[in-house]
């Protein structure tokens, strides 16, 4: 998220002549900035899309996955495995987490759960910490009632199973934590990391193929934008805290 380096990068390559790019454009404070080198690529006729998110203002081919849809998902799995106290951790509000949180209080007002917003925390984008860990310490020493996690992602999925372990309780029958992105992560961990798969490999795979019919001035149609739907990849990290289990059987 550099927006000088980008801007690097994307110069540097235009200098070595290369046919188009692939780009997940990043997170600017000034838009304005940010769009100025987008024009700069349009203007030099060189063919370039855009992937996980758009710019407003720029024009091009975009690749993406269904954030809100993808949260909404991941808190109704939590909620179907008798989740009800459930928090959501994220990192730098930008249009992606926003999305996500918009799918998780869907879910919640669906199913009929009060909206606690102290559960709601945003991490700032220069903490040094393990992302997750200081803030899932803080939420488990402020007494505010929490059965579950929703993470934006995995790394702050990682440091919220740390922070429950390190208080003496256990993830998944004291609190259930579910990530996002399925990365490499989540089968290595203990225990094992639910996540929500992002379908990285075909927004890529569709994202080369744009790029190509673009650089060999194939037609492209008028409305260029694919939205990928995500999955739930359940592994152990959220088969329902132990009372409500209990309680079932």
Same mark, same amino acid.
């Given at each position: 998220s550099n927006i000088? %380096? @980008? %801007? @690097? !990068? =994307?110069?540097?390559?235009?200098?070595?002549?290369?046919?188009?790019? =692939?780009? &997940?454009? &990043?997170?600017? %404070? @000034?838009?304005? *900035?940010?769009? *100025? $080198? !987008?024009? @700069? $690529?349009?203007?030099?006729d060189i063919p370039f899309v855009f992937c996980n998110r758009s710019v407003d203002g720029i024009t091009a081919p975009v690749v993406t996955s269904n954030d809100f849809y993808g949260a909404y998902i991941a808190v109704k799995h939590l909620i179907s495995k008798g989740y009800r106290h459930i928090a959501y951790i994220s990192k730098t509000k930008y249009k992606t987490s926003i999305d996500r949180c918009q799918g998780y209080l869907s879910a919640l007002i669906e199913a009929g759960i009060e909206i606690n917003r102290r559960l709601i925390f945003i991490e700032e984008e220069d903490s040094s910490s393990l992302r997750g860990y200081e803030t899932m310490k803080k939420l488990l020493s402020g007494g505010i009632q929490t059965d579950a996690v929703f993470c934006f992602n995995d790394r702050i999925a990682q440091g919220v199973c740390m922070a429950i372990r390190d208080y003496g309780l256990k993830v998944s029958d004291d609190i259930g934590v579910i990530g996002y992105?399925?990365? /490499? =992560?989540?089968? $290595?961990? /203990?225990p094992r990391l639910s996540s929500v798969s992002y379908k990285s490999i075909e927004i890529g795979e569709t994202a080369a193929r744009i790029l190509r019919k673009m650089i060999n001035r194939e037609p492209l149609s008028e409305f260029e934008y694919y939205l990928f739907q995500p999955e739930i990849v359940e592994r152990d990290s959220c088969k329902g805290p132990v009372k409500w289990n209990k309680q079932v059987g």
């Open positions: 000088e %380096k @980008q %801007k @690097q !990068y =994307i110069r540097r390559l235009v200098a070595s002549g290369v046919s188009g790019f =692939i780009i &997940v454009p &990043v997170i600017a %404070k @000034q838009s304005e *900035e940010n769009n *100025e $080198l !987008y024009r @700069q $690529l349009t203007e030099a992105d399925d990365s /490499e =992560i989540c089968p $290595l961990m /203990e």
